[in-house]
DNA sequence: TTGTACGCGTTATCAG
DNA sequence: CTGATAACGCGTACAA
């Protein structure tokens, strides 16, 4: 819909009865101006309702108040609270944000790259997939300051970096299972060849070795970050001649699907399996038994990302690379248990 | 950081030899220009890695194509399956998202309102809140294309609305429960100062009012969209001399804390209290009992959204102002049962 | 303290 | 089919 053309500098200026220079000067805080026309510009600004030209304004200052949120999936609880905080904090920067989605798919990937490029976003927040560490580079050496979340590429230098301490966490769940007496216990975790999921397998294979156990490759699935393939994986688990005790779910991305299934198949948690989750997303502490869950700090998560991407963007200097990892918290409910009898998981 | 500034098309225009004008017209396959130069174009824009700067064209062409989302909050899991669905068509039209979240905040939502407005944003898709009724009319006379979700602000003409149909939503729910005997159905909705909220209501009434029941206000929450006053709502309404045998949730910011409260309070589902709530949430298929829910059409919500939307900003013709209203289903689970034997909903 | 003039990168127009 | 030129709205040196 058309409609008049919004007023600029000009118009104030004459409405003012000064030069465009003022008006800018008075926007900006810049330059100094008397106070007498500061007034008479601002009054002309409200008359006229006048607002700076945000496209305007970046071609000319050749920077922009606007950063990019890369992330897989929205309406994964556990994307949806980073976003939440990652927007909040922006804002109290005087920043938006760009959000776009990748579903996981590399494609759609590059063309959110490929988008906040264009933009020319002043930085950018994203928790990489995998598949396109060169483009990521790229925008880094392109001057886009670029923050990894939740996920790093380690392929790429010079690229700051907030994440869980993942190894840690899931160390820390295993062990809680083994020192409650469980010797066999799987691990659904994300593929690993994203960082997460490497991290992750790592934690709980350190765990298992601390208390002299082999590992069973058949009890750990990767799953890639979709709803497919979780029966399969839980089947083939439980068909075991010797099935899980318990099972640490490392895949934020499908692990209501995995509670899930194990509801379907009549699983009794803890009696059949003692149950450990990453995130704790709402349902955890709704369902029964209560879900037992690795909690992570995602607002502190958020509050790193956009405090160093700002920092970043406002220095000149390239500073070193920084990470930082936050602890995450083991939250244990009663979805946790000592193992039973041994017998069957599933009437097959 | 600084970096070497990206090329413009002059530079491609130098490095393909011919002038600005022609690398425009390739890049925008507008004009006519001869394959020869085209392919001799098209090769330095690769080689020299050309992109065109935004700012630049919108600056030119009075366009952009960015809109604004403006959500209450994306963590709450109604609001964050639509801001997926919202961020994925938008991106099919080419569409890049500027999100925002209010909080329910009047305050926060006018500063979104405002930064959107700065940016110049081709259109917004907003849930709007209270009290800014008079920022999103000026917007929509700036010439800001504006479709509103979900909620309605009535006070505003001119403005697309896709929403659901949530008097009949509330009706369906009230009179399911009607028809398996209750007498005594409590609702929990949002504040009847949204539309969502009165709609609700309203089709509770109806149903009522169709099974010869007088509304008791005593069984009527007005909440608003935060977890505070929950605990209190379900109390008070469970000490009653008369409590409900039946619970309607109508709104989605609080509804897992109202059945969390209630679970802490050793409430059963369905004995002592039938449940429905609104949108289909993870949680609601995961807990014992699976709770019964009014399941929304979240991505043809969306869908619609960004479809007129898009239609609109690219039609000079003001159409006529359009409403489009989605069907939901309720989804019948085993929090719904006959009321039992009357007692007390609380042991106080 | 204020005004002027130029350039940011792009596209539309108009001659050639 | 191509090239030159102006203008989009703003910030900023520099001159007044």
Redesign the pocket.
């Known amino acids: 819909m058309a409609r008049g053309?919004?007023?600029?500098?000009?118009?104030?200026?004459e409405h003012a009865?000064?030069?465009?220079?003022?008006?800018?000067?008075v926007?900006?805080a810049?330059?100094?101006?008397?106070e007498?026309?500061?007034k008479r510009v601002l009054a002309s600004i409200k008359a006229l309702d006048?607002?700076?030209?945000?496209?305007?304004?970046e071609?000319?200052?050749?920077t922009t108040n606007t950063i990019g949120l890369v992330l897989a999936d929205v309406a994964n609880p556990f994307f949806a609270h980073l976003a939440e905080h990652v927007v909040r904090h922006s804002a109290e920067f005087g920043l938006g944000v760009l959000l776009t989605t990748t579903q996981e798919d590399p494609a759609m990937e590059l063309r959110s790259i490929e988008l906040l490029m264009q933009k020319r976003v002043r930085g950018v927040i994203a928790a990489p997939g995998t598949g396109n560490a060169a483009a990521w580079r790229h925008m880094r050496d392109l001057g886009i300051d670029l923050t990894f979340v939740d996920r790093v590429i380690d392929r790429i230098p010079g690229i700051d970096v907030v994440g869980m301490d993942n190894e840690s966490a899931a160390h820390a769940a295993t062990t809680a299972l083994l020192e409650r007496g469980h010797r066999r216990i799987a691990l659904v975790s994300g593929p690993s060849t994203t960082s997460t999921g490497r991290e992750r397998i790592d934690g709980y294979r350190r765990a298992l070795g601390e208390h002299d156990i082999a590992e069973n490759p058949a009890l750990v699935a990767e799953l890639a970050f979709q709803r497919s393939g979780v029966e399969n994986a839980v089947r083939a688990m439980a068909g075991l001649d010797e099935p899980p005790t318990a099972l640490v779910v490392g895949n934020t991305a499908v692990s209501a699907h995995v509670v899930r299934y194990l509801q379907e198949c009549g699983v009794r948690l803890p009696e059949d399996l003692s149950v450990v989750v990453f995130h704790d997303a709402e349902w955890a502490k709704l369902m029964t038994p209560q879900i037992t869950v690795v909690r992570h700090q995602l607002d502190a998560l958020a509050r790193n990302a956009v405090e160093m991407l700002h920092s970043r963007m406002n220095s000149d200097e390239p500073l070193r690379r920084r990470e930082i990892r936050l602890d995450s918290e083991l939250v244990i409910r009663s979805s946790v248990a000592a193992p039973r009898k041994r017998r069957a998981l599933l009437e097959t």
Chains 1, 2 share one sequence.
């Not at 009865?17 to 000067?25: A, C, E, F, L, Y």
């Not at 071609?59 to 050749?62: H, I, P, V, Y």
């Open positions: 053309r919004a007023p600029t500098v000009k118009d104030v200026a009865g000064v030069s465009p220079g003022v008006v800018s000067r926007v900006n810049n330059g100094s101006v008397s007498r026309t500061r006048y607002r700076p030209h945000s496209a305007a304004r071609l000319r200052t050749r």
